[in-house]
């Protein structure tokens, strides 16, 4: 019976549950002087339900069959994606990839994590069929990623996969990799550079016209304005900022001075975490952001250090790197399932990387 088995909760779980809980306590402070909207912390207090997750894991679910499951889920997802993309840029074409299902952004943004995931499972099964379906998985996700149009994403996978490209390269010896970087690199750069290209041009001349007075209701010349905005609340407002879900009011407050384009007016946040939480919650909720996210990622890689054969932890702490980077031009917390997979994800990867699991892990990690 399931109530029969001993939960199990490690020591370095409570490490992971604590950072877990960072960002959303040292919000708390700013609410508590300023006031603010309770649902700001909505997407960042999902994060504490995957505690339970990693307790009942331990607990209650065979590791090899979970990794199983996690990385032919990922290839399976992929393909998937692959197929909604394609239905999109050929069938749907006035429709912006992503938005039949969800937004855009969180769509390229899950693209990359599946993508991050299939191809570190190609490194971990060794049969043929797994490889050829994990590459299958790999190569779609990319799709779904060019597809989405996600230039965020773009740059969060760039990020993720150059760090999981060079530790399972140390990981390997040479001779066993050789076979697969030069295919892997030239379809990647085929398939991703007409998308890098094309924000590239997009963001230089958006800014360009933003500077030049313009540019306001154009995608990257309204984030270059948020930033602004920001940035002048921040230095009114450095430690504590003007309390969580407050942003718009500060945005409202700029357009009643300045003059604004209808669609800018409606933006709820900056469309930069970063400089959204230093606006909302100042430096101590700033603070938090980094601690949760920096954290995670040192102790992913980590357990790396310890055991380079530790392929699972390389491509969790590859996705947390991957989403802190793509939330720069991408918030992260404003889409509800983007943010669920992320914190589900590393979860389910930590618990992975920290069970030993055929004796690759070191014992102490037990």
Request: with cysteine.
């Amino acid at each position: 019976m399931l109530w029969q088995r001993p939960l199990r909760f490690l020591g370095e779980d409570r490490i992971f549950a604590c950072l877990l809980v960072a960002f959303p306590l040292l919000m708390v402070p700013s609410l508590l002087i300023n006031g603010g909207d309770w649902s700001y912390f909505d997407y960042p207090v999902r994060a504490l339900l995957f505690i339970p997750l990693i307790v009942g894991l331990r607990s209650f679910v065979e590791p090899l069959r979970a990794r199983g499951f996690l990385f032919f889920g990922a290839g399976t997802g992929g393909i998937t994606a692959a197929v909604f993309s394609a239905k999109s840029l050929l069938i749907d074409k006035v429709v912006r990839v992503g938005l039949p299902i969800t937004n855009s952004i969180p769509y390229g943004q899950i693209a990359a994590i599946l993508a991050l995931i299939s191809f570190a499972g190609i490194f971990i099964f060794t049969t043929k069929f797994a490889r050829f379906y994990l590459f299958a998985g790999f190569f779609a996700s990319l799709f779904a990623l060019y597809a989405s149009g996600s230039g965020g994403a773009l740059l969060g996978f760039a990020a993720g996969w150059s760090i999981e490209v060079f530790l399972i390269a140390w990981r390997l010896a040479r001779r066993q990799i050789q076979k697969y970087w030069f295919i892997f690199f030239t379809i990647t750069v085929v398939i991703l550079f007409p998308l890098f290209s094309s924000k590239f041009i997009q963001t230089v001349n958006e800014v360009a016209a933003s500077l030049d007075g313009g540019g306001m209701g154009t995608s990257n010349g309204g984030r270059f304005y948020l930033i602004l905005i920001s940035v002048k609340s921040f230095l009114a407002n450095p430690l504590l900022g003007v309390g969580p879900g407050n942003g718009h009011q500060v945005i409202a407050n700029y357009c009643s001075n300045h003059f604004c384009s209808p669609g800018f007016v409606n933006w709820s946040g900056v469309h930069n975490q970063y400089f959204d939480v230093l606006m909302t919650t100042g430096i101590v909720g700033l603070t938090g952001l980094l601690v949760f996210g920096l954290g995670i990622a040192w102790m992913f890689f980590s357990l790396v250090k310890r055991n380079s054969a530790n392929i699972s932890a390389i491509c969790g702490g590859s996705i947390v790197v991957a989403m802190l980077v793509s939330a720069f031009p991408q918030p992260l917390y404003h889409h509800n399932i983007s943010v669920i997979s992320f914190f589900f994800t590393i979860s389910f990867f930590w618990y992975l990387s920290s069970e030993p699991v055929e004796g690759q892990f070191l014992k102490s990690s037990a």
